[in-house]
């Protein structure tokens, strides 16, 4: 990991330097796509440096917790959904500069993250950010279009001019939006736009869903094997969203003794924009 950082140091220093003196556009954090398995506890000498197979990375996920559903929408994209019932798993907000390797400790089943748009504001809230009734950041008016909220430990998503304090406990600003009441709501000429690794949430009729792209894709697409995906097996999900960011894709899930992590993106950076489940009380007596 030293080595990782190092690099990465490097990188942004070389990226600040070359700003020097010109009136370019804020340098992009590109973070590398890893994902693997941590053995707890963590060894210093962990590394973040390689990537499994989709293939090996699904099973990684599918032996983590066997209340999780997790399944492959699209197994050359590298695309994964894991299925949370509401009657077993609560949704929170954990707000910017949440270390997905900390949610876990402190008790969450699975996290889901995404961020880091620019090097000088890496965990800076990107819009709207309400964190148990308190608004941390405030709701712009312009750049994203969705605001994910949560509500009695349930997800749900609503456009941003609908939105209002007390709608719920805990939001923040998203997008773009991929589904909108159970419709692909981008344009095909989405793929004009760059291709980025992507994480996304989706509001069901019984389940949360998470999910990830493991190889840059356009939402376009993300969005056609989506609708495609429930239409298969018959869910019932009106609403899908991006995370902010687009720059860096966090799925999270650690084993049921604890002995392990799952991963895909580094679990020990801060995010942007996190997303935690944890099992509801009654679904652990």
């Not at 210093?44 to 293939?55: E, I, K, N, V």
């Not at 997905?100 to 961020?115: N, Y």
């Amino acid at each position: 990991m030293g080595a990782w950082r190092s690099a990465a140091a490097t990188g942004v220093v070389a990226a600040l330097l070359g700003l020097a003196g010109c009136q370019e556009p804020a340098p992009r954090f590109e973070a590398p796509i890893v994902s693997g398995v941590i053995t707890l506890p963590m060894p210093d000498s962990q590394r973040f440096d390689a990537q499994l197979s989709p293939a090996g990375l699904l099973g990684a996920f599918s032996r983590s917790n066997p209340a999780i559903s997790i399944d492959a929408v699209d197994d050359e994209a590298g695309i994964l959904v894991a299925h949370l019932p509401f009657e077993a798993f609560e949704a929170a907000i954990l707000g910017t500069g949440v270390r997905a390797f900390d949610a876990v400790r402190d008790g969450h089943v699975l996290v889901l993250g995404s961020g880091f748009v620019s090097v000088f504001n890496p965990v800076k809230p990107l819009g709207l950010l309400q964190l148990d009734g308190e608004t941390m950041s405030e709701l712009t008016p312009h750049g994203y279009t969705r605001i994910l909220g949560v509500r009695n430990g349930r997800l749900a998503v609503v456009g941003r001019g609908d939105y209002h304090p007390g709608l719920f406990e805990s939001a923040m600003q998203v997008g773009p939006g991929i589904i909108q009441r159970g419709r692909l709501d981008i344009l095909q000429r989405e793929r004009e736009r760059p291709a980025f690794i992507r994480a996304f949430a989706a509001s069901c009729e019984d389940r949360h869903l998470a999910g990830i792209a493991q190889v840059p894709m356009h939402l376009y697409d993300v969005g056609t094997a989506l609708t495609g995906y429930f239409e298969l097996l018959g869910l019932s999900c009106d609403e899908v969203v991006n995370l902010s960011g687009d720059r860096e894709a966090l799925l999270a899930l650690p084993s049921v003794d604890g002995q392990s992590i799952a991963y895909f993106g580094n679990p020990t950076l801060p995010k942007a924009s996190v997303i935690a489940f944890a099992a509801r009380p009654t679904a652990t007596r």
